[in-house]
């Protein structure tokens, strides 16, 4: 069974930066997973960030984000990282990794089956 475990969170100033990590244990390396992680702002629906496919690491990116957040991953430590550059208020949110074992598009909620528990992020302006 897949365990996700996030950190990295907290409060930053607009400009400023912040890397999130998400440790997992229990995957199975087939090259069908992917890795996502999805963000929650108060009164709004979880939404796609960043996605990364196992076997080519393949990166997708919202829009919103694109040219600001890097998504990568650290195979020896089995862990993947979200870095957030030029940091916006508007990205102020709950940020979630998931894991997928194949199936389904690399945005959508759907495709991923184990979610971590969410990581506190806060940009003040």
């Known amino acids: 069974q897949v365990h996700l475990v996030e950190s990295g969170g907290g409060l930053v100033q607009a400009g400023g930066s912040l890397r999130l990590s998400c440790a997992a244990s229990g995957r199975t390396f087939s090259v069908f997973e992917k890795m996502g992680w999805f963000r929650q702002a108060p009164g709004k629906e979880r939404e796609f960030v960043a996605a990364?496919?196992?076997?080519?690491?393949?990166?997708y990116y919202a829009d919103s984000v694109k040219g600001r957040f890097t998504m990568f991953r650290d195979n020896a430590n089995d862990t993947e990282y979200l870095q957030m550059n030029s940091l916006k208020p508007e990205d102020t949110a709950v940020y979630y990794c998931a894991y997928s074992a194949g199936g389904g598009t690399y945005n959508s909620r759907l495709a991923y089956s184990t979610w971590g528990q969410g990581t506190q992020v806060t940009v003040s302006s």
């Open positions: 990364i496919t196992w076997s080519g690491g393949r990166r």
